[in-house]
Nanobody, 120 residues
Framework: QVQLVESGGGLVQPGGSLRLSCLVS????????MGWYRQAPEKQRELVAT???????NYADSMKGRFTISRDNAKNTVYLQMNSLKSEDTAVYYC??????????????WGQGTQVTVSS
């Protein structure tokens, strides 16, 4: 069983910062690409950023320069540092990861999401 658990969401004022974390636990053989997605009310889930196992990153254009994705492979954790937050960043943020479990089969797993609200 593999689990992804996000933390770090909350309420922040415009211009503020938050750091999200996502811990992967369970029967893990290897973790490949990890990423963050978000879903605002009445909108489709969208890509925020991804990071490959070698550290190569990819960002949605609207997040470049404000958000930074990183990972700590020793801790099976991916982070999202969010700066200069705007009201339009309000959404539920989900982490995901391509993981080979004890069966060695690679599957995509999702966390349960963490709410980020940007409001004064």
């Amino acid at each position: 069983q593999v689990q992804l658990v996000e933390s770090g969401g909350g309420l922040v004022q415009p211009g503020g910062s938050l750091r999200l974390s996502c811990l992967v636990s369970g029967s893990i053989f290897s973790i490949y690409t990890m990423g963050w997605y978000r879903q605002a009310p009445e909108k489709q889930r969208e890509l925020v950023a991804t990071i490959a196992s070698d550290g190569i990153t990819n960002y949605a254009d609207s997040m470049k320069g404000r958000f930074t994705i990183s990972r700590d492979n020793a801790k099976n954790t991916v982070y999202l540092q969010m700066n200069s937050l705007k009201s339009e960043d309000t959404a539920v943020y989900y982490c995901n990861a391509d993981i080979a479990g004890s069966s060695r089969i690679v599957r995509k797993y999702w966390g349960q999401g963490t709410q980020v609200t940007v409001s004064s």
